[in-house]
């Protein structure tokens, strides 16, 4: 009997399925073999993973990166390292110091492996399908629960084929496709999908570069985005000194999708993505000449030895423009020690750029803000309104060679021009992992550990039961395309990520600083607060916090023309009912402030049917659209709660 011909994404998740069926089921639940946390989302992971009194991990490997809050001003991010480092110690996870490296780079080099599953909490965790992983985003709490061994659960996805053709022209690069596929898809309306890449011209693509493109997968809203396993995968490996973990995985012949979109690599010109979005895709030839006045490369995107050696001979010889700052951030010690070999710091450090720790930095916008009204040029992937620390700059995403070549003249420039002889994959990479700690008790851990808490350390809130009826008002109401970042600001802020009675104090900053108070005021007149939004609510990071601080103001539910999925999920793992109105137009008929009721709501969530919402004369219904799991989160006040 013949065997149907598999994708690579079905040949992964038949491999780890224990829950569902994608032939008949809408969700499916996956054995998860990895995870990652990093710092700005690991402490509430690790506290919420410590509340299920599991004794260790219980995954093949799970590492703790410090990558985000590495500026230490104040005792909190310092505290909070000290509590990282103990309970990974306590429970058998490998710890990742802070200096070592961006956690999605660093995954990529030591940890991957071709086929296996690995579940992340940042929104970037995709980065690891640049060498054949399922890799995906999800929130601290979904983490907790794989490390407990936990299933974690996605919608049946739909498999779109993005086949690649040729090879890329000098000056072009991984960057460019990328942008290229935001272009044609944009940033939402793509939740379900999982996107494959295929066809002859990836055999013409390192794993760096199509790790660039896996990480801005996350941009589009799918679920995750993957390459095959092969000859380039098992070469980067071995260079690795990791030859072992090599698998070859491709699809069969006769593959079956969803959607196929071609592209023509030698077709691909420089791309840029506008502010405020990366879907806003313009061509780097239309910018050309626009006045530049900061350069920023690096972040988990474009931080490997390919992107910043590349940089260093397009500036060999060269010094940058007198009136532009430029920074690097490479992702890694290993990044920087190759670097330090071949001269390329030299070259950078000769050329006036300004070398920056190896961390997230100023992508989150934890430092190197802009000035007032600045145009920034950047490697990494998001470019929100505010989201670098300034809120009247404006950031455009670009290739590591558009950003050098516009370095030398303080201009947008086309690196199409003056291109440089193409970097090629190394034979060998130094390995030095002297700064992961508990290697040789991963998965084990040294029982009696103390688990160091400072006083930025609070307990982790736990939701309430749904209520029969809701009475509430409207706390806020906002419009298309509100991030993460909106929510929850990160930057100065994201110090308090371990202490949500301090960090509920910041929710939805930038669109209304009084929306804690509002939501304080309600509470204390028993009334819950509802959110109103637009299309695509909840863009962005991965940020649990995104949906536990309301929780904790007392938000009952989203209320939207659409949600997306790392964030719906978020939303019901904190007991919020995350409602879609059924007719759009609904939206107009809400105010900010407004009274607002839905009878019997606990009754329509436990029947699956639409939810009846008043809000002053106006009458219209809306819809969950839960499975029978996320009914049961939402109906008893969370995943928590559920415990």
């Known amino acids: 009997m013949n065997k149907k011909p598999l994708n690579v994404v079905e040949k992964i998740l038949a491999s780890h399925l224990v829950e569902g069926d994608p032939a008949t089921d809408p969700e499916l639940g996956i054995r998860i073999d990895q995870t990652l946390t990093q710092d700005a989302t690991g402490t509430m992971a690790y506290l919420q993973f410590e ?108 498999v779109r084929l993005i086949s690649l053709k040729n090879r890329l022209r000098k000056g072009t690069s991984a960057k460019d496709v990328i942008l290229k596929v935001l272009e044609k898809f944009g940033t939402k309306g793509n939740i379900g999908w999982i996107f494959e890449y295929g066809g002859p011209g990836v055999a013409t693509l390192d794993v760096p570069s199509r790790a660039t493109i896996t990480n801005m997968g996350a941009e589009l809203g799918v679920t995750t985005s993957v390459f095959p396993s092969d000859r380039v995968t098992k070469q980067f490996l071995a260079a690795q000194g990791r030859a072992k973990d090599f698998t070859e995985l491709k ?117 190197m803000s802009p000035r007032t009204g600045a145009i920034s040029l950047r490697t990494n992937n998001r470019n929100f309104e505010g989201r670098s620390g300034t809120k009247s700059a404006q950031v455009y995403l670009v290739s590591p060679e558009t950003a050098a070549a516009s370095a030398l003249t303080g201009k947008v420039e086309l690196p199409t021009k003056n291109p440089v002889a193409a970097v090629p994959s190394p034979k060998k990479f130094p390995i030095d992992d002297a700064m992961f700690l508990y290697r040789e008790t991963a998965g084990k851990g040294v029982k009696g550990t103390e688990i160091v808490r400072g006083p930025n350390i609070a307990q982790v809130p736990k939701g309430e039961p749904l209520a029969a009826d809701l009475k509430g008002a409207v706390a806020i109401k906002v419009g298309d395309k509100i991030t993460t970042d909106h929510i929850m600001p990160a930057g100065a802020r994201l110090k308090f990520r371990s202490n949500i009675p301090q960090y509920a104090k910041f929710v939805f900053e930038p669109c209304d600083p009084a929306f ?30 995104a949906a536990m601080c309301p929780m904790y103001l007392g938000v009952k539910a989203v209320l939207a023309k659409s949600i997306e999925r790392i964030h719906r999920a978020n939303l019901i793992n904190f007991g919020i009912v995350p409602l879609v109105f059924d007719d759009p137009k609904s939206y107009d008929l809400v105010a900010a402030g407004a009274a607002v009721e839905m009878p019997g709501l606990r009754a329509a969530i436990e029947n699956g049917g639409n939810v009846e919402v008043k809000v002053g004369k106006a009458t219209f219904t809306a819809t969950a659209a839960l499975s029978d799991r996320e009914r049961r989160l939402v109906l008893c006040g969370g995943l928590l709660a559920s415990l």
């Open 516 to 545: 804690h108070d509002k939501c304080m005021a309600n509470r204390e007149k028993g009334l819950a607060n509802v959110i109103v939004a637009g299309e695509s609510y909840g863009q962005g990071s991965s940020r649990e916090h």
């Open 251 to 367: 699809a069969d012949r006769g593959a079956k999708y969803d959607d196929v979109f071609e592209i023509d690599l030698a077709k691909v010109e420089p791309m840029m993505a506008a502010p405020h979005s990366p879907g806003n895709v313009v061509t780097v030839k239309s910018m050309k000449g626009t006045k530049v006045n900061q350069i920023l490369i690096g972040s988990c995107t474009n931080s490997s030895y390919r992107d910043i050696r590349t940089v260093a001979l397009y500036l060999k010889g060269k010094h940058v423009a007198d009136d532009v700052e430029v920074g690097i951030a490479c992702g890694s010690r290993q990044v920087v020690n190759m670097l330090a070999r071949d001269g390329s710091l030299a070259i950078l450090h000769s050329a006036g750029c300004r070398m920056l720790e190896n961390a997230c930095g100023f992508c989150i916008g934890a430092h």
């Open 51 to 158: 509340s299920m009194g599991v004794p260790r991990v219980k995954t093949e490997v799970s590492v703790s990166y410090v990558d985000h809050n590495t500026v230490q001003i104040g005792f909190e991010n310092a505290d909070d390292h000290d509590f990282l480092q103990s309970i990974a110690k306590r429970y058998g996870v490998i710890y990742s110091k802070a200096g070592n490296g961006i956690c999605h780079q660093l995954h990529l080099e030591r940890f991957g492996r071709p086929g296996t599953t690995l579940l992340g909490s940042d929104s970037h965790t995709p980065t690891g399908g640049g060498i054949g992983q399922i890799a995906i985003g999800a929130g601290g709490i979904d983490i907790a629960v794989a490390m407990a061994g936990g299933a974690f659960h996605i919608p049946t996805p739909k």
